[in-house]
């Protein structure tokens, strides 16, 4: 009897108890909501409002470019880089992915003849210009003279750098950079080869300078 009376004297009624609880549990989520805002420090505010404005503002933007020769209108975000359009996008996937900040080379198309790493360019920048991929070197079935050169020198172990190794050896003899080893060497110094494949690279590039590779 003594145990009956104190519950009866320590606990609420059922209703009252549940009400009890839901108003406790409300009050203490929206009180841990406003102490994390209250903690949060105001520059953080600012940036996470900033950056929301920025992408409402510039959700997508028109661009127009040639690639490989083909026209083409897209829509883009502002922050979208050259490399993950032909990559994600386009299905260009010869062009590679190494480093993505602008240290390996395994991104190097051309665009307006000049090599560059597409890591590294937003593709807004380059409204109206002409690019050209690894898959837009050869014309059709038949190989660009550097292709066939890297072929008939094993300048490649496991390929994964040779894209970006030919756009860079067949813009290094435009620019008129490949009149010795050592100018090939410098010029080429942008674009690693894990493998270690360097002396045929060299010698791939040597025999296009000197008149084109026969195989
Ligand atoms: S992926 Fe662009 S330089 Fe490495
Ligand atoms: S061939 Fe393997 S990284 Fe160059």
């Keep these: 009897m003594a145990d009956e009376g104190k519950s009866e004297m320590t606990l609420p009624a059922s209703d009252d108890h549940k009400k009890y609880n839901e ?3 409300t009050f203490l989520k929206q009180s841990s909501l406003l102490t994390a805002v ?3 420090p105001p520059g953080m505010l600012q940036i996470v409002e900033l950056e929301e404005k920025v992408d409402e ?4 933007v028109k661009v127009t470019l040639e690639i490989n020769g083909e026209t083409k209108e897209l829509s883009v975000e502002p922050r979208e880089t050259l490399l993950d359009l032909l990559r994600e996008r386009l299905d260009l996937t010869g062009t590679k992915k190494g480093c993505d ?6 991104c190097t198309v051309h665009v307006d003849g000049q090599r560059i790493n597409a890591c590294l360019a937003f593709v807004i920048m380059q409204e109206g210009k002409k690019i050209t991929t690894i898959e837009g070197l050869s014309k059709g079935a038949t190989l660009h003279p550097m292709q ?12 994964y ?6 756009m860079s050896a067949v813009a290094c003899i435009q620019e008129g950079h490949a009149n010795s080893k050592e100018e090939i060497r410098e010029y080429m110094s942008g674009n690693l ?4 494949a360097y002396p045929n690279i060299v010698k791939a590039i040597e025999e296009v300078k000197n008149g084109g590779a026969k195989g």
């Design 23 to 25: 108003t406790r549990r």
């Design 38 to 40: 209250a903690l949060t």
């Design 57 to 60: 503002q510039f959700e997508s």
């Design 101 to 106: 900040y602008g240290q390996c080379g395994a």
């Design 148 to 159: 066939e050169a890297f072929m008939k020198h094993d300048g490649f172990q496991c390929g």
């Design 161 to 166: 750098c040779t894209p970006g190794q030919i």
């Design 193 to 196: 080869c894990r493998c270690g």
